[in-house]
């Protein structure tokens, strides 16, 4: 046994770190905030005293955007197959049943319709904690499903994405979601319909590749990580260490790709107010 | 250079050349001899290329001898007037692009273009566009769309560039326009694969009313390689990540994410290019004739509904 060890490279991350809605009593921030769970569920899950976004999946935002939390829930019941019949140190199969386990959900997005401040409106939200948000079959059916939807009664469609990018289990499958979802998106622009796509932390690959970036307004939460390669292949590919701020949603406005950053807790009123303008 | 696989093949064949050049200096008969290692040749590559396995097809698609999106457009287009940049930051070597003649017919070519020296593989920044590239193929096919000129893209690229630079003039933004735009174009899209097809990065050209692939290109949501990477987080699994990702022409026809295959000559499209580029000539002419019957909202619809239909799903 030798006294020096190399240090494991790549996604080191141990799955079970990488929460999503805090859970128990109390919750920490990365900076080291504490704070009651209850509070910061009631604060839309920002940290008051550093305003750090916690990660949160649709059921937050659900709860958070939908007046009274009343919506009805579009395509709820599909669910991944494995056309591939893909298996890496683990079957996709395995891997999709113990997500389903853990998560409670059925896959990386969910999509709703239903009122904000009285506004009628679709959203779409992805699921980071589902297989890194990853987008395969199903995520590119939600979202298209949840674009015909605002398309056939003229509402206003929301995305909100938070994902790695394609899932590497569907392979062609998860690519030709990229189409799909821009096609579907080409033909609600033809309609005239607003389209507001917000990206959270993280929200990268083939998904920012798609339709994240495709809103007719692109907003995101601050400090998100907003990019197409990750930040670890960027570093790999130049050879050293990344500026800081890199990739951040703050720096992705700075080079003219969003509209703007809207704190969380404002995210309701502000959303509003711009859909008003729009009618 | 030579992959593994085709050893053996070249082996012969030096053997052949070394038994031909001695029957001509000795001015000996060995036809028979000659004729024999012909049909070991022949027997050797049939063989070799009918079970190839999904990483070799990886490797073939790659191969430093394989044609290049110029190499099909000088081969292709009598005329060629190639047009350069996005109009914003700068022209972008690893997309080129142009309107060219084929066989009479004025079409937009557009195609990522890879190196075959070092230097001009730096040059062209090995296949791999920035932003501006995308953007650049953009303008050329609204440019086309303007003179109601067909387009035809050529897909070979290791992936979008993954640079510091890139992120910072929006290379999801880039790719993402591209493929809503490229939905709403009124005049025929033709895609083909001709190498390596990786992710955004192919996608981002390769919206079309026909998508086409090489019989030895691959086409997916990443490389084997990088797959390997993340999925099994070692370089070491690239072949069972191809094998595990069915990125092949024929995986994908049979998944129903490509419209057709074309055939390349025994030995891959770098053993016979002119047989190659004739194909693909003639495929290209074929498909515009059939496409140029519809009118161009049949086609956007065709093309949004073809897309649209992609993906295999269960209910609970």
């Known amino acids: 046994m030798s006294w020096f060890t190399r240090q494991p490279k790549g996604i080191t991350t141990p799955t079970s770190e990488k929460k999503d809605a805090p859970e128990g009593l109390w919750y920490k921030t990365p900076s080291g905030k504490i704070i009651q769970t209850r509070e910061l569920r009631s604060n839309c899950y920002v940290s008051p005293e550093d305003n750090y976004h916690v990660k949160i999946g649709s059921r937050e935002y659900f709860e958070i955007l939908f007046d009274d939390n009343q919506f009805t829930e579009i395509a709820a019941e599909l669910t991944s197959a ?33 009122q904000m401040n009285g506004l009628d409106l679709v959203i779409a939200c992805m699921d980071f904690e589902f297989i890194g948000g990853s987008m395969g079959s199903v995520v590119g059916e939600k979202v298209a499903r949840a674009i015909d939807t605002a398309l056939a009664n003229r509402l206003p469609l929301l995305i909100i994405s938070r994902s790695g990018g394609a899932r590497m289990m569907e392979a062609g499958y998860s690519l030709m979601q990229l189409a799909k979802t821009s096609a579907k998106l080409a033909k609600l622009g033809e309609a005239g319909i607003p389209y507001i796509s917000l990206l959270t932390d993280p929200t990268t690959g083939g998904v920012s590749a798609s339709f994240a970036m495709l809103g007719d307004f692109n907003i995101a939460e601050p400090g998100a990580l907003i990019g197409f390669a990750g930040p670890r292949v960027v570093r790999e590919t130049i050879g050293k260490d990344l500026p800081k701020g890199f990739q951040t949603a703050e720096f992705v406005l700075e080079h003219g790709f969003l509209d703007f950053i809207v704190d969380r807790r404002q995210l309701k009123t502000r959303l509003t107010t711009l859909l008003k303008m729009l009618k | 250079m030579l992959l593994d696989f085709e050893k053996p093949i070249a082996d012969l064949e030096t053997k052949l050349a070394e038994m031909k050049k001695a029957a001509t200096d000795n001015q000996i008969d060995m036809s028979v001899s000659i004729a024999t290692i012909e049909e070991q040749i022949q027997a050797l590559k049939i063989e070799t290329y009918r079970k190839l396995t999904r990483w070799q097809r990886v490797q073939l698609s790659r191969h430093v001898d394989r044609p290049y999106t110029l190499d099909y457009i000088d081969y292709l287009a009598t005329d060629f007037v190639e047009l350069h940049g996005d109009r914003t930051v700068r022209d972008d070597k690893a997309m080129v692009g142009g309107f060219g003649t084929i066989d009479g017919q004025t079409f937009m070519l557009i195609g990522q273009q890879k190196g075959r020296n070092t230097k ?69 899209v033709i895609c083909i694969i001709i190498g390596e097809g990786a992710s955004g990065g192919a996608l981002g050209i390769a919206i079309g009313d026909r998508v086409l692939m090489l019989e030895n290109a691959w086409y997916s949501v990443i490389s084997p390689e990088n797959c390997s990477a993340i999925l099994w987080r070692s370089w070491n699994y690239k072949e069972q990540a191809a094998e595990a990702m069915k990125p092949t022409a024929t995986d994908m026809l049979a998944f129903k994410l490509i419209d057709g295959i074309i055939d390349e000559p025994l030995g891959g499209a770098h053993a016979n290019k002119a047989a190659i580029a004739q194909t693909v000539k003639q495929t290209i002419l074929d498909t515009y004739q059939e496409l140029a019957k519809l009118t161009p909202d049949e086609r956007i619809e065709q093309r949004i509904q073809k897309f649209a239909s992609m993906g295999v799903y269960a209910t609970v």
């Open chain 2, 120 to 188: 001009d593989r730096q040059f062209r920044n090995f296949g791999m566009a920035n932003p501006e590239g995308y953007r650049k193929a953009l303008r050329l096919m609204k440019l086309a769309e303007k003179f109601n000129k067909p387009i035809v893209t050529f897909i070979d690229t290791p992936g979008a560039f993954p640079g510091i630079e890139a992120e910072e003039r929006g290379q999801a933004e880039a790719i993402a326009r591209n493929l809503r735009e490229m939905f709403m174009l009124r005049v025929p």
């Open chain 1, 82 to 114: 494995d056309p591939l019949g893909f298996s890496d140190t683990k079957p996709y199969r395995q891997r999709l049943a113990d997500s389903r386990q853990k998560t409670g959900l059925n896959d990386a997005a969910r999509a709703a319709q239903g």
